[in-house]
Structures are given as structure tokens and as C-alpha cells.
């Protein structure tokens, strides 16, 4: 499975930003798409997934992010990161991730990320 993400800018403190990830390769077999973050100085997080039936998944309970939403369009096999009311905090690396169960935890596939700015 391969995993190409794009999308990448730098947007004001309030701001949008949409993320893409397309797929390929042996996409039938992967129950769960997410998204990552890695911001300068921490280790890369889980932040937000979408299973094979299209239900969002997270990385508990306190760790949902309401600005931030994930789609998948199945036929295009491409994933999607709408984010709204961006802060600075937001700022770093993002990773589009592939895998089974619960892939904001853990993922078996890795995109070569894209950077966001917030200032």
C-alpha cells in the first residue's frame, strides 16, 4: 500500500486547510485510514481515522478534535483532512496512515507527510 499526501501550506491563526492522501497497491485490504501529526520537538500522534465502513474513529475519548474532520472517497480511493480554526499549536508534519483496528493508535503504513504552518 502506498499513501502520497498533499495539500500541504500555511495558513493564519483561524484558518482552513484541506489535506489529500491518495492510495494505492493492495487498498482492499486495509480496514482504517488516519491522519498524524508530528509537531517540532514531539513525537508523531494519531489524530483522527475512518474505518472501511466510513465510521470515525479516535485516539480516546479526550482526544477528539472537533476542528478536525476525515473523509474517504472510496472510489478514488483518497482520504481527506478538513481542518477549521486552525492555532499555532496545530503546526507540523502530518502522515496519512493505513492499517486494521484502530489505526489513530497504531498504523502499518506510512505516507512521506506534508507540512502545515499555522502563524
Known amino acids: 500500500v502506498q499513501l502520497v499526501e498533499s495539500g500541504e501550506g500555511s495558513v493564519q491563526t483561524g484558518g482552513s486547510l484541506r489535506l489529500s492522501c491518495a492510495a494505492s497497491g493492495q487498498t482492499k485490504m486495509i480496514d482504517c485510514w488516519s491522519w498524524w501529526r508530528q509537531s517540532p520537538g514531539m513525537k508523531r500522534i494519531g489524530i483522527v481515522g475512518?474505518?472501511?465502513?466510513?465510521?470515525?474513529?479516535?485516539r480516546d475519548i479526550d482526544s477528539i478534535p472537533g476542528r478536525f474532520t476525515i473523509s474517504r472517497d472510496a472510489a478514488e480511493n483518497t482520504i481527506y483532512l478538513q481542518m477549521h480554526s486552525l492555532k499555532p499549536e496545530d503546526t507540523g508534519e502530518y502522515y496519512c496512515a493505513a492499517g486494521w483496528g484502530n489505526c489513530v493508535i497504531d498504523a502499518g503504513y506510512w505516507g512521506q507527510g506534508t507540512q502545515v504552518t499555522v502563524s
Open positions: 475512518i474505518d472501511k465502513h466510513g465510521i470515525t474513529l479516535y
